[in-house]
């Protein structure tokens, strides 16, 4: 079974540390990050430099989301960005992560839904403490009745 590539949007601490490390690191054998995008391009490198990987880095979320060699997106941007970088990924036929909220109004949501449902992809949001290392340790100290 191939690699599912996966391109990120948003290189800050959701991107990164949340999804980045945490989640494309558990599951190494079934997720490739291909390239990460950010305005910030310093921190779009750094990132790259934290998460120990060598992929394409980009300036902007439209040179990431046209790419031809990525199945998914990752869109992990502040959230008045996230309704944009959802289309412009949608738009380019990837099926598309993006953390909450799936937009800031309900009007962008409804447009990121029925993008997805144009372009036959999946849609899933996610919430970015789900993957994190010390709500995981503090469910198993629950789990265990510490």
Known sequence: MSKLRVGII?????GIHCFGQTFVKAHADEVEI???????LPRAKGA???????????????????RRDLDAVVVTTVDCMHEEHALLALENGKHVYIEKPL?????????????????????????????NALVHKLRNLIAEGT
């Open 48 to 66: 790259r430099e934290a998460l120990g990987i060598t992929c394409d880095v980009h300036d902007n979320a439209a040179d990431l989301a046209s």
């Open 34 to 40: 291909v390239a990460l995008a950010d305005s910030n």
């Open 10 to 14: 948003g290189t800050g601490g959701r």
């Open 103 to 131: 937009a800031i109004t309900v009007e962008g949501c409804l447009n990121v839904i029925e993008a997805s449902k144009r372009a036959g992809k999946v849609l899933s949001m996610g919430f970015n403490l789900r993957h």
